[in-house]
């Protein structure tokens, strides 16, 4: 393990990433000297959660661009169009991973006349500044966030929007870092968030890293404990964000913020810019990934329902506007009315 949480960094000309398949019980990493290995990485989860993918797929961007030989730029640019098509649809509902592919792809159409080895130089460059952005952006996020924690609160989150989701620091765990510093009395409840078990692997893993008081719950717990009145807030991620505030983000995100509204608990969902899709409408539109249903019926490749059991996996759901109490990104908590608040936001 890196000396931080950081998912993803260079080792030389190497993109490693750690391994969130296999945390918290094995720290290993995956090492990839080619845009197609990055891929592969991304779709079998190696690395995950929007932010992370996104800086994942423009660091794979860099090494297609090492790894074209051709010296005249025509065909240079060729073979990366095809790069980035292929980085681009690697998973199709989080909108960082095509954000983060557009602004590498903008570094071409910025310099037409530019010589190859100063593209793999330009390209090698932004891909630089989007991970410093994404972990400026998510301690922005974390000093707004804080703000909206009461003191002494028990949060509830869901999946990992931690730092292991981002280039570093988190996005819901941001705001939970950020309001630990400042109030060390804070709880979170986790829930385990099935079937990937990315709460009770890793953002159990990553509280119990920074000190952070938690109790690890299942899925369905949550409900009991708000009508016990045990939640103050609920803080998730985003893996996109239609131009309405419509939310899409883990599978079962939608049930948690059905029932916040049902116990009148405030449901913040944190996320950056980049994760805000203006050109959809609202969450209909937001593709949402359907993941081999294996990851159902099995757990770490042990069968877990009869054999033949049919099952489905969509990775992700949507949370209409109306649930959500407020948006907390890079530049501020974005409140009702989402549709002109997002547009001024993004304009920022
Ligand atoms: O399938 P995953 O693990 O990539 O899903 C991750 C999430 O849903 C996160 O909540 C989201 O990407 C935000 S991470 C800052």
């Known amino acids: 393990m890196n000396r931080s949480l950081q998912p993803i ?42 932010p992370a993918v996104g800086i994942a797929g423009a660091m794979g961007l860099v090494l297609a661009a090492e790894n074209i030989t051709a010296a005249d730029p025509k065909t240079f640019r060729r073979k990366f169009v095809r790069a980035c098509q292929q980085v681009a649809a690697a998973r199709p509902t989080g909108n960082n991973l095509s954000w983060a592919v557009e602004q590498v792809y903008s570094v071409l159409v910025e310099n037409p006349e530019a010589e190859v080895f100063e593209l793999k130089r330009l390209v090698r460059a932004k891909a630089d500044e989007l991970l410093k952005a994404d972990i400026e952006g998510n301690r922005a996020i974390g000093r707004w966030g804080s703000k909206i924690i009461p003191t002494g609160a028990n949060i509830l989150t869901y999946c990992n929007a ?40 890793l953002t159990a893993y990553e509280l119990m890293w920074e000190g952070i008081a938690a109790t690890l719950i299942t899925d369905n717990a949550a409900g009991s404990l708000m ?20 939310t899409a983000n883990k599978i079962g995100t939608y049930t948690m913020a059905v029932l916040a509204r049902a116990h009148d608990i405030p449901f913040y969902v944190a996320a950056p ?15 949402i ?60």
Request: hydrophobic share 40%; glycine share 8%; aromatic share 6%.
């Open 289 to 348: 990934e359907q993941r081999d249903p294996e990851e159902v019926t099995h757990f770490q490749g042990r069968p877990v329902a009869p054999k033949g059991m049919v099952a489905i996996n969509p990775a992700f759901d949507v949370t209409p506007n109306r649930y959500v109490t407020g948006i907390i990104t890079e530049v501020g908590i974005i409140r009702k009315p989402f549709k002109s608040n997002i547009r001024k936001a993004m304009e920022s």
């Open 162 to 201: 931690g730092a292991l989701a981002t280039g570093d620091y988190g996005t819901a765990l941001g705001v939970v870092r950020a309001a630990h510093r400042q109030d060390p009395s804070i709880h979170v409840y986790t829930c385990e968030t099935r079937p990937f078990l990315q709460g009770s692997r």
């Open 9 to 50: 960094y260079w080792d030389g000309a190497v993109v490693v990433m750690v391994d969130q398949r296999v945390l918290p019980h094995r720290q290993e990493v995956v090492r990839c000297t080619s845009v197609a290995q990055v891929v592969r990485a991304i779709k079998t989860m190696v690395i995950r959660g929007a």
């Open 273 to 287: 810019r980049s994760t805000i899709d203006p050109v959809l409408t609202d969450g209909s539109q937001i593709p």
């Open 227 to 246: 009508q016990q009145g045990k939640i103050d807030v609920v803080v998730v991620g985003a893996d996109r964000i239609a131009a309405n505030g419509d």
